[in-house]
């Protein structure tokens, strides 16, 4: 049977989603794929593969990553769910567990993946939840950076929020709404596209945050994904305040109500 799970962690610890060693490895490695892997091969008592809907960067969060894997082996949901984090880490748990149709993909099937990027702004840095915030010294104009993110949305090429160790055959993405926000002391950016390039959100961030200080117009987002050079565009935001906030699929697949579109 094939089964979908879904979990959640701090990435602070971890080297990314991507599993690093072999397949079956029963040696950590520091990601988060491995680690997962272990624990259900535990339960299991058998070797269990997970594809994932979207691998995370070393250092970013995940509120609802969704995995499936394939088992002969039966346990009930609540078994795969304690048993399996019983295994883990303490900054790793899996959440819930469905069993989903033979064709279900969780990269595949996804119609959308959301992210948030939250960014402490104030003069002192954060002292509690630092790894889950990105930090601004510098006022920033969230109407500003909100307008300027309007320019993104669309099926675009996105070279320019692309990193050089992107290995996507194409850059164009489609990215179906962005938003950035005030609440207090807080900006935060959220961002939904069918799917992403590698950095692509932090790169956006980077940018959103040059036109916040002041540095550059609104138009010059605009500007940067029509001219798609990467070495223009500001700098990648660093990976602690991202947090990937999970994927949405078709109301057929069967999933929890979050994860639905």
């Known amino acids: 049977m094939r089964l979908a799970l879904g979990v959640e962690y701090d990435g602070g610890g971890f080297s990314g989603w991507q599993r690093l060693s072999a397949a079956g490895c029963v040696e950590q490695d520091g990601s988060l794929q491995t680690a997962l892997e272990i624990a259900l091969s535990k339960v299991a008592a058998a070797p269990i593969a997970t594809v994932c809907a979207g691998r ?26 304690l048993g399996t984090t019983a295994n883990l880490p303490p900054t790793l748990a899996v959440r819930w567990c469905v069993p989903v149709a033979d064709d279900f993909n969780a990269r595949f099937s996804a119609r959308a993946r ?3 990027y939250r960014i ?19 006022p920033l104009d969230a109407a500003a950076m909100h307008e300027a993110a309007q320019a993104l949305p669309g099926e675009r090429d996105f070279s320019a929020f ?3 160790q992107c290995q996507a055959t194409h850059a164009r993405r489609n990215l179906q709404d962005i938003s950035v926000t ?9 961002v ?16 959103l945050l040059m036109v916040g200080r002041g540095e550059r117009p609104a138009a010059w987002v605009a500007e940067l ?14 990976s602690a305040g991202l947090l990937f906030l999970g ?11 979050e994860v639905t579109l």
């Open 247 to 257: 994927p949405r699929y078709p109301a057929e697949c069967g999933l929890p109500v």
């Open 56 to 81: 995370t960067d070393a250092g970013v969060h995940a509120r609802c990553q969704v995995v499936h894997f394939d088992t002969d082996v039966v346990r009930d949901a609540r078994g795969w769910v």
């Open 114 to 116: 959301r992210y948030r």
């Open 225 to 238: 994904l029509e001219g798609g050079d990467r070495t223009v565009a500001g700098p990648t935001a660093p």
């Open 120 to 138: 402490l702004n104030r003069n002192a840095r954060p002292g509690l939840e630092r790894q889950y915030l990105g930090w601004e010294r510098m």
């Open 162 to 164: 692309r990193s050089a």
């Open 192 to 207: 939904q596209a069918n799917a992403f390039l590698h950095h692509m959100v932090r790169n956006i961030v980077g940018s």
């Open 182 to 190: 005030r609440v207090g002391d807080e900006v935060v950016v959220e």
